[in-house]
């Protein structure tokens, strides 16, 4: 059973950046970020490859969030900048359980984490 453990969530302001981080217990497949907001769905945002080799961003973040990924640390990372009040959320770290296409669908991913607030003021 994978393990996933996010951290670097906070407080920041309008225009400000975070990097969230997610360590996993063992090596995954395809891990993405997803997040979710009071009242929404949860919303794909980025995904990487086992080997790191092709990333996939949300068209809504493209530019401003960047995934990537260091395998001997079994963790991924996901950095924010140029943060908007609307992206405040729960943000989630997640792997899949095999060899598949990054999917922007959260059933294909098997693993979650418990999540991190990412609140910005404005």
């Known amino acids: 059973q994978v393990q996933l453990l996010e951290s670097g969530g906070g407080l920041v302001q309008a225009g400000g950046s975070l990097r969230l981080s997610c360590a996993a217990s063992?090596?995954?497949?395809?891990m993405g970020w997803f997040r979710q907001a009071p009242g929404k769905e949860r919303e794909f945002l980025a995904a990487?490859?086992?080997?790191?080799?092709?990333?996939y961003h949300a068209d809504s973040v493209k530019g401003r969030f960047r995934i990537s990924k260091n395998n001997a640390k079994n963790t991924v990372y996901l950095q924010m900048d140029n943060l908007k009040p609307e992206d405040t959320a729960v943000y989630y770290c997640?792997?899949?359980?095999?060899?598949?296409?990054?999917?922007?669908?959260?059933?294909?991913?098997?693993?979650w984490g418990q999540g991190t607030q990412v609140t910005v003021s404005t």
């Open positions: 063992e090596r995954t497949f395809t």
């Open positions: 990487i490859t086992r080997a790191a080799t092709n990333t």
């Open positions: 997640a792997a899949t359980a095999d060899y598949t296409t990054p999917s922007v669908d959260s059933r294909a991913y098997r693993y």
